[in-house]
């Protein structure tokens, strides 16, 4: 099989499929990346990730290319990974890079070939590209287009590749091979019992983009009632363990602070609602205006947070910012809260030093203005203020005894929630936190 895209999602898709058995072709027009993936380099940090890479070049199974021509001989099955970013100046996603893989891989096919796309996309792309493929096919070579999405976390990619909780197919009504070939694909998994849904290709579109919606929706609900606790005096930590207990909720994804980021959840809402607006459905999905709405506001209130620590004016102050990357075991930080917040900061006049175990290559790219530390102690020396923005293990097995050594002031904003309170009171600092009212 081929795979094209080779970010996150196609990387880890390519060498995980020939972890499966299978003989792996990932396509790329960017030589770098080609470049670093063939020499067993992976361009961003996966745990996990790079062993699998390196285990399966060195088996024969997997290689790269950016060559079209070979990948159009190598298989008669395609997956179809490339991004599909917020379009500039529109919430709609942008489908360049998916119609572009059908506009210069199908001219080049001969015989019968299907391409699942994985990509997030709008509902009623894949029929779209079937009557792009149909158009762009050489006469006796059929091009059947099916939809598989993907559901990975970043972190966590390779076993939830190699042992996904559910695999959906959307296939187009009438004659395809498509669910034939995915049984095949997939037999490894779906010998372990994986559930496997077979739908129509609209749903499974929707399938995708409303997962991703749920999740954030949890989040900004969560977050949402944290505001609430903070001016009522309540604890959100607390009222969010009491509310998991109930099994039809659920604790997963009520974790408050400073809200959803990366490169999946907020673009997926915002294509979501355009996608609505163009089939006349805006109203269905209003709601999730206030979801990115609520999200927003808790980056601004950790600044205000931070401002109050310095009675109202941040100018000058020295203030240490625990991560950068969107979330923990990441270096992305596409959309990042912490990388956002560590912007406004320094914005108003703070000075502003950031550190991450992986996030900060990435960062100084985005934000080259900010100060990067090299460890997270040298990032807490002399620091006036510390926010916890990135929930990173290190960060949440630190000392706060051999932290008061190092920073100005022991005066500690817990972005996240993960910070043991009364450990840190004891050790002199004082702790404040979204959505809980902490009394030393
Ligand atoms: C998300 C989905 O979880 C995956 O299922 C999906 O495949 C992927 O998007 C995608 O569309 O490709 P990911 O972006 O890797 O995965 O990250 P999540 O683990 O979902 O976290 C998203 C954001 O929510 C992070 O910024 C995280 O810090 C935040 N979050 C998560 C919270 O603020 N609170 C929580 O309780 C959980």
Redesign the pocket.
């Known amino acids: 099989m081929t795979v094209f895209g080779t970010g996150y ?1 196609g990387a880890t898709h390519a060498a995980c499929m020939a972890e499966l058995g299978h003989e792996v072709l990932g396509v790329d027009v960017d030589d770098n990346k080609i470049a670093a993936l063939s020499s067993g380099t992976v361009p961003f940090y996966e745990p996990g990730l790079p062993e699998v890479l390196e285990r399966n070049l060195a088996a024969g199974r997997l290689s790269f290319s950016t060559n079209y021509e070979l990948a159009a001989e190598f298989a008669n099955v395609h997956f179809l990974g490339v991004g599909t970013p917020q379009r500039h100046g529109s919430y709609a996603a942008d489908m360049t890079y998916v119609r572009a893989v059908i506009e210069q891989l199908v001219p080049l096919l001969r015989g019968e070939h299907v391409i699942f796309g994985k990509s ?1 996309v709008p509902v009623g792309t894949a029929a779209e590209l079937q009557e792009l493929a149909d158009s762009l096919a050489p006469s006796g070579t059929s091009v059947e287009i099916a939809w598989n999405p ?6 966590y990619a390779v076993k939830d590749t190699i042992t996904p909780d559910r695999i959906v197919l959307g296939v187009r009504s009438g004659e395809s091979s498509a669910e034939a070939l995915a049984r095949e694909v997939y037999a490894q998994p779906l010998e372990q019992d994986t559930p496997f849904l077979v739908t129509d290709l609209q749903t499974a579109e929707l399938v ?1 983009v409303a ?2 919606a749920f ?1 954030a929706t949890k ?1 900004s609900f ?1 977050n949402a009632v944290s505001e609430i606790c903070e001016i009522a005096g309540g604890d959100v930590v607390a009222l969010a363990d009491a509310i998991g207990h109930d099994d039809r909720i659920g604790r ?14 907020p673009k ?1 809402i915002r294509a979501f609602m355009a996608r609505a607006g163009e089939l006349g459905a805006d109203q269905a999905l209003t709601f999730l205006r206030e979801v990115d709405a609520i999200n927003m506001r808790r980056r601004d209130r950790m600044v205000d947070l931070a401002k109050r620590a310095f009675n109202g004016s941040l100018l000058g102050h020295r203030v240490t910012v625990l991560g950068c990357a ?2 923990p075991n ?1 270096d992305d930080v596409r959309d990042s ?1 912490a990388l956002s917040v560590a912007g406004s900061l320094s914005l108003g006049g703070a000075a502003v030093t950031v550190y991450d175990p992986q996030g900060m290559e990435n960062a100084r790219k985005v934000f080259p203005t900010l100060g990067y530390a090299e460890s997270a102690s040298e990032a807490l020396s002399d620091a006036e203020l510390v926010i916890l923005a990135t929930e990173w293990q290190e960060f949440r097995d630190l000392d706060p005894k051999a932290v008061a050594e190092l920073v100005a002031r022991t005066h500690i904003i817990d972005g996240r929630n993960v910070l043991d309170v009364a450990s840190w009171n004891a050790a002199g600092w004082t702790v404040e936190a979204l959505g809980r009212t902490l009394t030393p």
Not at 252 to 265: I, N, P, V
């Open positions: 999602l997030t993907e559901f990975l976390r970043e972190g995708k997962a991703n999740l989040i969560i997963k994804f009520l974790g408050a602070g400073l809200g959803f980021g990366g490169g999946c959840l997926d969107f979330k990441s809260p």
